[in-house]
């Protein structure tokens, strides 16, 4: 079993910069990503970025050039780094943690930490 807890949501303006927290703790050898996905009111769960054990990344295009992940293996802690935030990044920002095996992956969820953005 893997649990991860998010941190580091808040409110902020426009143009502004929040800085999110990923702790991941249990069997954490086991993970092979760990990523960030947000979901909007009336939207569904949209993938934002992951990271690899070896640091690998992988960005949406909506908030490539704009968010940076990256992590701390000693610290099993993954991070999101938002810079120029807009409105419509106004979301609950989740953690992920996957775990790949033979045929089937298995996903781990934070409980989740908002994040708005005010005009």
């Known amino acids: 079993q893997v649990q991860v807890v998010e941190s580091g949501g808040g409110l902020v303006q426009a143009g502004g910069s929040l800085r999110l927290s990923c702790a991941a703790s249990g069997s954490t050898n086991s993970i092979n990503y760990m990523g960030w996905y947000r979901q909007a009111p009336g939207k569904q769960r949209e993938f934002l970025a992951d990271i690899t054990r070896g640091s690998s990344t992988k960005y949406a295009d909506s908030v490539k050039g704009r968010f940076t992940i990256s992590r701390d293996n000693a610290k099993n802690t993954v991070y999101l780094q938002m810079n120029s935030l807009k409105p419509e990044d106004t979301a609950v920002y989740y953690c992920?943690?996957?775990?790949?095996?033979?045929?089937?992956?298995?996903?781990?969820w934070g409980q989740g930490t908002q994040v708005t953005v005010s005009s």
């Open positions: 992920n943690a996957k775990h790949l095996g033979l045929g089937y992956e298995y996903d781990y």
